[in-house]
């Protein structure tokens, strides 16, 4: 068998079929829920081939080095179990769940490493990649894989879009963590002479140093701040036009979502809750507009803390959003 991470510090633990169950449906018709249609493959046994592939991050190193409350790691099998018991409402998509990254000995390094292989492999292979973290540090390694699929194409500048109430630039002091992903990959892109587009939709002040402002301004960083992160007209036509306008200077889209970007209403199992998020109607509006660009290249869902949520209200909302990305791809 071959080792798929050989000489990477990770523990790999291939789809398990236990997080996928649920209703059954009538023999006499085609598979009506997730559990019923998902492929899971081992990465050591089988080649990929497949429209859409979900991996797991199962790391929340990154969230314990910013000081945050851990138990992001439990995530990824949370919003499997989820979204293994929606409806289906798609025809031709081919689902492939990978199973997970599972970061030992504190080495969340090693982690992003594996993540980064992981999905440039799976997009060298036409294949879509949702990644289910896991802290935030799940942007840099997922960015890198992207990087690393993309380097030989002719027109290869990536766009970021941040669904997010941080910046997550900060300049890493000791070692990387869960609030420096951002700066790690715009700092990494300028030494390579690559330039790469961020958008963050959801910042709050009160969640951002005036630094990270400072550094936000001088990265020529777009941002939509928390308070016209509403479903009003004028509001969503602005944000449609500055997105519209972002999406065209860029190649190819990387969506990355941290869940303490909504309200604490929708999304309490979170490091870090807020009750002045966006609301789930206002992102999906969102949501739609950029995936109609047809640039969006891989996604992620990050932050998630089962241990914090409340009925898994958290869990559920990021099952919901993988479901409705898969159905419009």
């Known amino acids: 068998m071959k080792n798929f991470f050989e000489d990477i510090n990770v523990h790999y633990k291939p789809a398990e079929k236990n997080y996928w169950t649920g209703r059954q449906s009538n023999s006499e018709l085609k598979p009506q ?21 979900i991996i797991g991050y199962s790391c929340d190193e990154g969230v314990k080095r910013n000081q945050g409350r851990i138990g992001a790691k439990e995530a990824p099998n949370f919003i499997r179990q989820h979204l293994a018991k929606l409806p289906i ?37 036409n294949t879509l990649t949702m990644v289910l973290g896991g802290g935030h540090d799940i942007a840099y390694g997922h960015f890198m894989g992207i990087k690393e699929a993309l380097k030989n194409k002719q027109k290869n500048k990536i766009g970021i879009i941040n669904f997010d109430a941080h910046f997550d630039l900060r300049p890493i002091d000791e070692s990387p963590n869960s609030g420096t992903p951002f700066n790690q990959i715009i700092s990494e892109s300028k030494t390579t002479n690559q330039p790469v587009g961020y958008f963050v939709i959801g910042i709050q002040q009160q969640s951002n140093t005036k630094e990270l402002f400072s550094i936000a301004k001088e990265n020529d960083v777009d941002y939509v701040s928390n308070f016209k992160c509403t479903i009003s007209k004028k509001h969503i036509k602005i944000l449609k036009k500055q997105l519209q306008s972002f999406i065209e200077q ?20 979170v490091s870090a809750p807020s009750t002045l998020g966006f609301s789930p109607h206002f992102f999906f509006l969102i949501l739609e507009f950029i995936l109609k660009s047809n640039k969006v290249i891989s996604c992620d869902i990050a932050e998630i ?25």
């Not at 829920?33 to 592939?53: D, F, P, R, S």
């Open 89 to 125: 409402h798609f025809d031709s998509n081919h689902i492939t769940d990978f199973g997970n990254l599972i970061c030992i000995n504190n080495d969340m390094e090693a982690c992003q490493k594996a993540l980064s292989k992981t999905v440039s492999h799976l997009i060298s292979n």
């Open 305 to 329: 803390n089962p241990t914090l949520d409340i009925d898994n209200q958290t869990s559920k909302l990021a099952s919901k959003i993988v479901d409705f990305i898969v159905c419009r791809i």
């Open 250 to 269: 860029n190649d190819y889209l990387y969506i990355s979502i941290d869940m303490d970007g909504f309200s604490s209403a929708y999304a309490p199992g």
């Open 33 to 53: 829920y997730w559990h019923e249609l998902i492929e899971l493959v081992n990465l050591n046994e089988k080649e990929t081939n497949t429209n859409i592939g």
